[in-house]
């Protein structure tokens, strides 16, 4: 069973701080994605990465920076958080690669941010 | 864009059937079709890869138009189990791997 791992279920920060939500999966797969999901807008993609230390702007990167410089993580970063970034942030990994799967997203559970 | 789906919620009883849409305004390399219960993460449900191609899952089947670059999804007989949000995710010609989601669908089934 693919696993996709976010550290924390909720977050509590404050304006200005600086935030990261981790991510980890564990199917050696390539491409990794960061979404937010807030009512009524479904999921919004921020940022998702193909490769190790490859990054690509989804549609919201605005506010918001990752990382990835294992195959198997991928951190999104909250430089100076605000309060219109509270919201459900999803993780996700896929493979290209995978003929039975192939691109298939697996999700993590999500992290619950709060904003103050 | 966002693909645009349709009803953005539902409300029926056990048995009854539901169709959900989804309309791209962008050429679609595939149509990936995702459930989320409360509180869970999104879970997988069926791609649609051809142009007319319907896939089938349990009581759930999708369609695909390629040329209308439309999807919907059909949920014959629905049980309480098949509560929850439905998104559908496009993906573009040009650029492979990377989904764009709808807004979604939230179903909710009534005893």
């Known amino acids: 069973d693919v696993k996709v791992t976010q550290s924390s279920r909720y977050l509590v920060k404050r304006t200005g701080e600086k935030v990261f939500l981790e991510c980890v999966q564990d199917?050696?797969?390539?491409?990794m994605f960061w979404y937010r999901q807030d009512p009524g807008l479904g999921l919004r993609l921020i940022y998702f990465s193909y490769d190790v230390k490859m990054k690509e702007k989804g549609d919201i990167p605005e506010g918001y920076s990752v990382s990835r410089e294992k195959k198997e993580r991928f951190s999104l970063i909250l430089e100076s958080a605000s309060t219109n970034q509270t919201s459900m942030y999803l993780c996700?990994?896929?493979?290209?690669?995978?003929?039975?799967?192939?691109?298939?997203?697996?999700f993590g559970a999500g992290t619950r941010l709060s904003v103050l | 864009q966002q693909p645009v789906q349709s009803p953005q919620a539902v409300i029926l009883r056990e048995g009854e059937d539901a169709v959900i849409n989804c309309s791209s305004s962008?050429?679609?390399?595939?149509v990936h079709w995702y459930r989320q219960k409360h509180g869970e993460a999104p879970v997988f449900l069926m791609i649609l890869l051809k142009g007319g191609e319907q896939k089938g899952h349990e009581k759930i089947s999708a369609s695909f138009n390629e040329k209308k670059q439309q999807s919907s999804l059909y949920l014959t007989a629905s049980q309480l189990s098949y509560s929850g949000t439905y998104f559908c995710g496009s993906e573009g010609i040009s650029s492979a791997s990377k989904i764009i989601f709808g807004s979604g669908t939230r179903l909710s089934i009534r005893p």
């Open positions: 199917m050696d797969h390539e491409n």
């Open positions: 996700a990994s896929s493979s290209p690669l995978d003929d039975l799967a192939k691109n298939i997203q697996y």
């Open positions: 962008k050429a679609l390399y595939s």
